[in-house]
């Protein structure tokens, strides 16, 4: 038995013999309620549109001294001013203007503690933020007197991507680079360069230091450096640079000659030393052993040296370290 079903104005004759058990769905409705749950402006209460639960999770928004507070109240839609018909023929954009209602709180703060007190002032007001355009019956948007629609992409799902790729100006070296999509925001991009310089990007921009990004995220030198780099203490005993002894880091092949406070050779330079060895020293009473100034040498500061009598910063973080360095800091008296 043939089947007819109308399409558009047409009618076509349907001659599958399997039964039709699912009616097409309206596939326009989907793109339709999206963007109404988007403004919902026809709602009396549009405090779970989507446009509104965005600018809830963005306020309140406080200065770096905790005086001032951006507080978001609601928003407000206005109603366009010409039909889809009147912004055809003038070539206007069929849209609706947003205007957001924001108050600023001016603190009273106590100058000792930083705490908030009570509020000084506030002020409320409405601010206009964009025209959006505004979707017809149709699915579409009038842009500029033109009819446009919008086309579904497929996007990339959150998640860190690592990549490896030759490099273009040495031979025979891999550079290394990473991608952080994110649910909702920009993407970030890490990258190598030839000389094994970290790199950040943000959206594709213009490459920056990997510090400078950490630096905005709060970090201080010292906690770079920790972040990429082991760190070792030394001390200064009798115009000595001395370390403390310990099993997990002297267990192995030693780097150069391992020598205790009385400058007796505990093991020989390129020498192996068993973890079950050096926990028996250490259990004999070893610990602290010489650290020798030329592998010193050369070597970066992980904290700051500081002058103990005037507070003056001898050495900042990153320092290198030379022989007219080291002596500074034992005459200085740095412990």
């Given at each position: 038995?043939?089947?007819t ?14 039964p039709?058990q ?10 339709q ?5 988007f ?5 009396k209460?549009?405090?779970e ?16 001294q905790n ?7 609601g ?16 070539g ?15 603190w009273n703060?106590?100058?000792?503690t930083?705490?908030k ?6 002020k409320?007001?409405?601010v206009?933020v964009?025209?959006i ?8 948007f009038?842009?500029?007197g033109?009819e446009?629609?919008?086309?579904n ?24 680079s990473a991608q ?53 203490e030394?001390?200064i ?14 267990a192995?092949?030693a780097?150069?000659?391992?020598r ?15 973890k079950?060895?050096?926990q ?11 650290y ?17 009598e ?10 290198s ?15």
């Amino acid at each position: 038995m043939l089947n007819t079903l109308h399409s558009g104005n047409r009618l076509r004759v349907d001659f599958s013999k399997t039964p039709r058990q699912i009616a097409v769905p309206n596939l326009l409705q989907l793109q339709q309620k999206s963007y109404d749950d988007f403004l919902m402006i026809g709602a009396k209460n549009r405090s779970e549109s989507t446009i509104e639960k965005v600018f809830r999770s963005v306020f309140p928004l406080n200065d770096q001294q905790n005086r001032l507070t951006l507080e978001y109240k609601g928003s407000d839609i206005v109603q366009p001013k010409y039909t889809i018909r009147e912004c055809m023929e003038r070539g206007l954009t069929y849209s609706v203007s947003l205007k957001i209602n924001i108050a600023l709180t001016i603190w009273n703060r106590d100058e000792k503690t930083g705490e908030k007190l009570d509020p000084k002032e506030i002020k409320e007001q409405a601010v206009f933020v964009r025209d959006i355009p505004l979707m017809t019956d149709r699915t579409s948007f009038i842009i500029n007197g033109v009819e446009r629609v919008v086309v579904n992409q497929l996007h990339r799902s959150p998640g860190v991507i690592f990549k490896e790729e030759e490099a273009t100006t040495v031979v025979n070296k891999l550079i290394y680079s990473a991608q952080i999509i994110p649910d909702r925001g920009s993407w970030l991009y890490f990258e190598y360069d030839a000389k094994d310089i970290l790199y950040a990007r943000i959206n594709k921009r213009r490459k920056i230091p990997v510090t400078i990004l950490f630096r905005a995220l709060d970090y201080s030198k010292e906690d770079i450096m920790k972040l990429f780099y082991e760190n070792k203490e030394i001390f200064i005993r009798d115009n000595r640079f001395v370390t403390k002894f310990s099993a997990e880091d002297f267990a192995g092949r030693a780097p150069y000659e391992v020598r205790d406070l009385d400058g007796n050779i505990v093991v020989a330079t390129a020498k192996r030393l068993t973890k079950k060895k050096a926990q028996k020293l250490f259990d004999e009473g070893l610990e602290w052993v010489e650290y020798p100034l030329d592998v010193l040498i050369d070597r970066h500061l992980a904290t700051p040296i500081i002058d103990n009598e005037s507070g003056e910063v001898l050495y900042d973080v990153v320092s290198s370290l030379d022989e007219m360095r080291l002596k500074k800091i034992i005459d200085a008296g740095v412990e």
